[in-house]
């Protein structure tokens, strides 16, 4: 065989010199030494027709003649162009156009074999100033093929371009299954399911169309064009069950609905043909993969017109999907020209709506909640709704061996049958579910029922059921309490589906009805015990910080009070355990007596006690004063007197912001009744701030725990564009999650870790965590202004190589876009730095955004502003503070914030407003041109999960803007 192919290839090359030698005209040379980077050689094929009684091959060779016109050697790489219509024909190739062999007898011509550009590449060298002929065999090519001559530069750069832009698209789309998947997971919904499994389809049929399965087994049948085949069915069809599960066809067209589970049978059948290689399903399954998406999207657009959330969320997927289909086709019939030279522009438009459809599966909207509580078995196609003229009555089907069974389980497990008749408005309870709730069995008007549910639980049982009703499949669980015939309320559980024809309201409510009360009084009982101190009966810490919590506005109108006993040591030490607890129940007994039902009392510590005042007209001094007096009376104990005297200090909610600001207040003022020798009170005012004990180093100590264990958490305030309300970005912010005090406020602990160092540590944290959450955002949710987030830095900070090394390291690492995390620091911190320019300007060159925040303290002047690169400027609320409080039109407030506004602009920088609280505010700074506001009004400081669902609530206007 190999002497057969060498004497064949001799008898070539002879045949080639001899024409060649004979031919004086080298116009039909192609000049391979022209500048041109990539060269089409089919004008130049000549194929070569071999004797009649050569035996026949899969290969065909073809011939041209080359010049090198240059002065010095050049080198080409030679490979076979892939003709965009290579997969579309009745007859399937078994493989890709491929070269198998070059070969040529011109003198100085090297031939060699290069795998480093590309499967079945050839690279050859041509002297300089020379005339050459090549033989090339090439194999599942037609008779004129594509035949590309490449510079090594330019083949080494398109392949690292394609191998990236693949890569990408392929990092996309699985990124879409995993997050589709995922919510299959934890929802446990079909829906995310069959997006998954389409998505899944897809991103093999990317892997095929370049050649990854080529040569392996899986092409052994139909060949790469038949396994592309197959992967777009699977995919189209899945999809078909995903449109189909969220947008049922039956609820607006009945009787076409019958005929799509042919069609989706059909699209996987055509695909699993095309993949054994019958002659014509490829054409066929590329044919429907060209109409079925547009046709997807377009029912998807007419059912957004009908008014359905669900198809408004998926359409944009939907219109990618369209377009993947459409730019094939285009491909396909050449109007891109050669596939080898142009990027895969569907696995872009793939990749793109790939994400849309992962965002509109997690996005909601119906798709991952509810209504696919009655979605049919997933093995099964959902069958076609009968179309009936009006629903006529049932008979009850005869009672068999197995439902006498299943009421007796039923009844077993202490549970009953509820039924609710929407149509006749009629409440049905079984024997059991009757006797469940004390009331005779039987039918009764639905309003008989619901007047018997507890006044208080009435509205949550309503609810449900005017919720639920509107279609049916919707399952749900409520719990309530019902009045039964000897005048009690036991409480009962209704777990429940609503029944109907598909798609339409529900005509009936069927379910479970069970006792619970047992359950709910243990609960009861238990969280009392845990909110009661066990000695007094009073209520616990715990008690009083959810008492304080449920107040809200209220919280400003309350007085309260902390006491202390000043002697109690010393009582403890004389009376001993007895004695002590003793004493203690009397003094909880004597408060609990003195203030029934005009204050709550609490027992907060050893002999600590709290007094809360909702309603007093009193004022805070006499309240104190009453309490040292009514502690002051002596306790008898086993016949003697004991005097328990206490300190008493008191707080107005006025001036608390929290519940635990207000506690803090009361404790300082108890603290100087302590001071003041005990057995007096002493009322809260802000003077008590200055002598408040501050450990600073177990502060500093407790600062760097809370940082190792997970206890500092960046929040995020989201900055608004006021121009359209969407979210343009976040400036974040530390909050201290303290196991002991709750949420601790940054002035507690940040003024004090800049004076230790500690800063440096939280600041490297917040850097991180700002920026892994941006990236995350800005992966998720690409906007034509991409997102940004503002983190705080001091002098301090910004001086510290490891922090800087650090950001470089993160903004080198790629992921964010320039200039999107942006670093900010207060003007009285540039004013005071005479290298301020320098260290900006290394900001800068890094690649971060910078920000001046709490502008027009007048620290800085106009000039040394102008001359710092900053890009946003952050003007202090104060200014806005003073404009709202004037009641002029045209108020000294307007006019200098409107002065710093033009001032920054004139500059060529943005502005962010702080502290914006009112629409008034909104309105009045928009009115000055300002760009960007952040304060109460949109949103407080929210967690990253969070600062990701007000990104989403805005994403749609956002990307319809961009």
């Known amino acids: 065989m190999n002497i057969r192919l060498a004497i064949a290839s001799i008898a070539l090359l002879v045949a080639v010199w001899t024409t060649a030698k004979a031919a004086d005209d080298v116009s039909g040379n192609v000049n391979l030494g022209a500048a041109t ?26 011939t041209f003649s080359a010049v090198n016109l240059s002065n010095q050697p050049i080198n080409r790489v030679l490979h076979a162009g892939q003709p965009p219509s290579s997969g579309v024909s009745i007859l399937p190739l078994a493989h890709r156009p491929m070269i198998l062999q070059v070969v040529s007898t011109s003198a100085g011509v090297v031939v060699e074999s290069s795998n480093a550009y590309g499967r079945k590449g050839y690279r050859i060298t041509i002297p300089a100033s020379a005339k050459i002929d090549i033989a090339v065999r090439m194999a599942g090519v037609g008779e004129q093929p594509s035949l590309l001559a490449w510079t090594e530069p330019a083949i080494s750069r398109h392949n690292t371009q394609i191998g990236i832009f693949i890569a990408a698209v392929a990092g996309l789309i699985g990124a879409a299954v995993a997050i589709c998947f995922g919510l299959a997971v934890m929802t446990h919904h079909w829906a995310p399911r069959w997006a998954g499994a389409s998505l899944t389809a897809l991103l093999l049929s990317r892997f095929a169309s370049i050649g990854m399965f080529d040569g392996s087994i899986v092409t052994t049948i139909g060949g790469p064009y038949g396994l592309i085949a197959l992967f777009g069915a699977l995919s189209l069809a899945a999809g078909l069950r995903f449109v189909d599960l969220t947008t049922p066809l039956r609820e607006v067209w009945p009787k076409a609905a019958v005929w799509l589970p042919r069609v989706t049978y059909l699209v996987l059948g055509l695909g699993a043909l095309a993949y054994v290689g019958l002659p014509g399903a490829t054409l066929l399954t590329d044919l429907a993969l ?122 077993a497990s202490r549970q009953g049958v509820f039924e609710l008749d929407l149509v006749r408005n009629e409440t049905i309870l079984s024997a059991d579910a009757a006797a469940l709730v004390g009331m005779a069995a039987g039918r009764m008007p639905h309003r008989a ?34 009045l039964s015939e000897e005048g009690r309320y036991p409480w009962c559980e209704l777990r429940a589906t609503m029944k109907g024809p598909d798609g339409a309201a529900a005509e009936r409510c069927v379910g479970l009805l069970a006792d619970v009360t047992t359950r709910k009084e243990a609960e009861v009982e238990m969280m009392d015990r845990s909110l009661r101190d066990p000695l007094t009966g009073l209520g616990n810490r715990i008690a009083l910080m959810e008492e304080l919590e449920g107040l809200g506005g209220q919280l400003r109108s309350i007085v309260f009070a902390v006491l202390d006993i000043d002697r109690f040591k010393a009582i403890h030490a004389s009376l001993g355990d007895i004695g002590g607890d003793d004493v203690l129940g009397q003094v909880a007994q004597r408060l609990q007596h003195h203030f029934n039902g005009f204050a709550e009392v609490f027992r907060v510590g050893g002999d600590a006690f709290a007094v809360l005042f909702k309603h007093t007209t009193e004022k805070p001094e006499q309240l104190g004063a009453s309490l040292v007096q009514l502690c002051g009376g002596a306790y008898q104990f086993q016949g003697r007197s004991v005097f328990a005297p206490a300190s008493i200090g008191v707080a107005m909610g006025t001036n608390a912001r929290d519940p635990i600001e207000l506690i803090k207040n009361a404790e300082l003022a108890l603290m100087q009744a302590k001071r003041q020798g005990g057995d007096c009170s002493r009322v809260y005012a802000h003077e008590m701030e200055a002598s408040a004990p501050h450990d600073k180093v177990a502060l500093d100590a407790e600062l760097h725990a809370a940082l190792e264990q997970g206890e500092i958490e960046v929040f995020y305030q989201p900055i608004v564009r006021l121009a359209d309300r969407t979210v343009a970005g976040f400036e974040a912010l530390l909050r201290w999650r303290h196991p002991a005090k709750g949420l601790v406020s940054p002035a507690d602990f940040i003024a004090h870790s800049e004076e ?50 650090r950001l470089a390291e993160i903004l080198s690492n790629g992921g964010l876009a320039a200039g999107s995390l942006k670093l900010e620091m207060t003007e009285s911190a540039i004013a005071t730095d005479g290298d301020a320019r320098a260290l900006a300007l290394r900001i800068r060159e890094l690649g971060a955004g910078l920000a001046i925040d709490d502008f027009g303290t007048g620290m800085s002047s106009l000039s040394q502003l102008a001359d710092l690169p900053f890009d946003t400027v952050k003007i202090d609320k104060g200014f806005l503070a003073r404009m709202s409080n004037a009641g002029d039109d045209k108020s000294d407030g307007d006019v200098v914030l409107s002065s710093m506004v033009s001032m920054v602009h004139s500059l060529g920088r943005s502005v962010i407003i702080e502290g914006v609280e009112t629409e ?10 300002c760009e960007f506001a952040q304060g109460f009004l949109f949103s407080e400081a929210v967690t990253a999960s969070e600062a990701m669902t007000y990104i989403a609530r805005t994403f749609r206007s956002q990307a319809q803007v961009g």
Do not use: C
């Open 37 to 62: 980077e990539v060269l089409e050689l089919k004008p130049y094929l000549k194929p070569y027709q071999p004797p009649a009684n050569a035996k026949k091959e899969s290969s065909v060779w073809f």
């Open 290 to 411: 060209f109409l079925l998406p547009p046709a997807i999207f377009f029912y998807l657009l007419y059912r957004d017109r009908k008014g359905s959330p669900i198809a408004r969320v998926i359409q944009p997927a939907a219109g990618l999907f369209a377009m993947v289909s459409v730019t094939s086709a285009f491909a396909g019939l050449g109007g891109f020209g050669s596939a080898s030279i142009v990027p895969d522009l569907a696995g872009g438009f793939a990749a793109a709506g790939a994400i849309l459809l992962a965002l509109a599966v997690t996005a909601g909207e119906g798709i991952t909640v509810i209504p696919w509580r009655h979605a049919p078995h997933p093995g099964q196609l959902p069958a076609p709704a009968p179309v009936r003229a009006a629903p006529a009555p049932r008979p009850a089907p005869a009672p068999t061996a197995a439902s006498h069974a299943a009421m007796e389980a039923i009844g």
């Open 449 to 482: 029922w619901a007047e018997r549910v507890h006044e208080d639980d009435r509205p949550v049982y309503e609810q449900a059921i005017s919720e639920f009703r509107r279609q049916s499949g919707l399952a749900f669980r409520i719990e309530f309490r019902v």
């Open 756 to 805: 230790t160092g500690a800063i440096v540590g939280l600041g490297l944290f917040a850097l991180d965590r700002a920026a892994s959450d941006l990236a995350t955002w800005q992966r998720y949710f690409p906007l034509p202004e991409a997102l940004f987030v503002s983190v705080n830095f001091s002098r301090r900070q910004l001086r510290d190589d490891v922090l800087l090394n």
């Open 920 to 929: 008034a505010d909104a309105a009045r700074v928009a009115e000055l041109g």
